[in-house]
């Protein structure tokens, strides 16, 4: 038999699905939340952006693409940042490499690695509509391999069964050509949105990379909020899964003396972390 729910069972089960994975607000109500979007992000969201989230929603993975009020604060941040030479790792359908794609000047660049392409080519049409496709390199394939390359750098001089490593070495020694450091230091921001339990590992390259000043952004860094969650919580299997990674992630984070960080309660959670030295 169907019964009427109370008010406060209403309010219950509200509560509840606010706390779902797939709800990317962390605050205190839905209500509040709809307002941010509907007062701030909706109303200046650039039509492309618009576009590819109407896309998205039809995707059976739609949960994991990032927010639009996250989109809007991720094109500002690139903008105040005067960023230019940028990394993604994590793309999905392409929502934040939009959002950093339009933030970037003409001659940007981003970086983008996700081991699936055919989530990447649905969103394509859209960014090449948008006039922002050239400014993206797109690797299909884990980020792992992609980043141990970039810190190796100037591996054509180190390998010493080059045909031509004697060569460069004595130039090097008698200061004829310098020693050049390609892509270690030269991110200006990397956003993180992909495997959580490789955040750590990441960091280690990452930090590497992204250039002193600039920023590495972790997203999901508040796991839903399941990482003050007590030890027996129902959580999902995946968000379990993950939580002792995202935890050991944020304790790491607050005491590498390489970085000042600032966690955000926008979307999932995001950890800025700007390189010190
Ligand atoms: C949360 S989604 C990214 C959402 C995206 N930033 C957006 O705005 O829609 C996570 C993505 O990480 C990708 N991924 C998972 N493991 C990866 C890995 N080892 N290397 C690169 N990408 C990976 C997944 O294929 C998925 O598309």
Known sequence: MATNKTEEQQQQSQAGRHQE??????LQSDALYQYILETSVYPREPEPMKELRKITAKHPWNLMTTSADEGQFLNMLLKLINAKNTMEIGVYTGYSLLATALALPDDGKILAMDINRENYELGLP???KAGVAHKIDFKEGPAMPVLDELVQDVKFFTNPNHPFFLFFFCLILNGKIEWQEKNRGSFDFIFVD??????????????ELVKVGGLIGYDNTLWNGSVVAPPDAPLRKYVRYYRDFVLELNKALAVDP?????MLPVGDGITLCRRLK
């Open 126 to 128: 859209v960014i090449q």
């Open 258 to 262: 390489r970085i000042e960080i600032c």
């Open 21 to 26: 994975v797939g709800h990317k607000s962390l």
């Open 194 to 207: 992909a495997d959580k339990d490789n955040y750590l590992n990441y960091h280690k390259r990452l930090i």
